[in-house]
């Protein structure tokens, strides 16, 4: 019997052949860089760090974010492992945070806040600029995690989550460019990009 990972792993293993614990996100085996750990109750449920900590960012807004889907403990949070720990208050992000929103092949520019006030003004503001008169929409947002680490979340409910790792990678655009002698003042944020579709 063979398995597949259908969590964008293209690996397919031999169940007979395995004698390690494997991660059940990845099916890859722990290493010394990558070991293997049990974060809540669930036995026989071994998962990397890093593997554990995307499917809770794909899972941002949903009760899976924070609480494990199977026996229901709190899980540990993935801010520290995806985006390098705490970094201070999102205050301390370059303002304002900029969003291309790509809606009929044409990107617009909105200015962007973490927050359920954030989230509200984004709304209101989609609504008014594509005059959706109010209308749900779908929308899908890709965040930066790392230099070449880009990650699409679904659904509205992943504001929050967007709007964290814009902000941190915004920070970290900024830092590493003052660190090159760069005038931080003058970068832009990072843009984080929302795929609008109107219902």
Known sequence: MSVT???GVDTTIDVEAISEPVCYICLQE????KPLLTPCA???RPVHRECLARWQLH???KREE???RFCFE???DWQATLLGGSEGPD???PKPLMAAVVFNNTVYKIPILPGPAGKAAFKRKVNELFGLSNRMFDVAFEVKLAQEDKVNLRGLNAYEAATRCAAISARRAVSANSDVGLDAGSQTSLVQTADLVHQ
């Open 91 to 93: 205050e301390d992000a």
């Open 42 to 44: 669930c036995k026989g």
């Open 30 to 33: 722990g290493t010394d860089l």
């Open 59 to 61: 899972s941002s807004g």
């Open 66 to 68: 924070r609480q494990c």
């Open 74 to 76: 709190q899980l540990p």
């Open 5 to 7: 990972s259908g969590l």
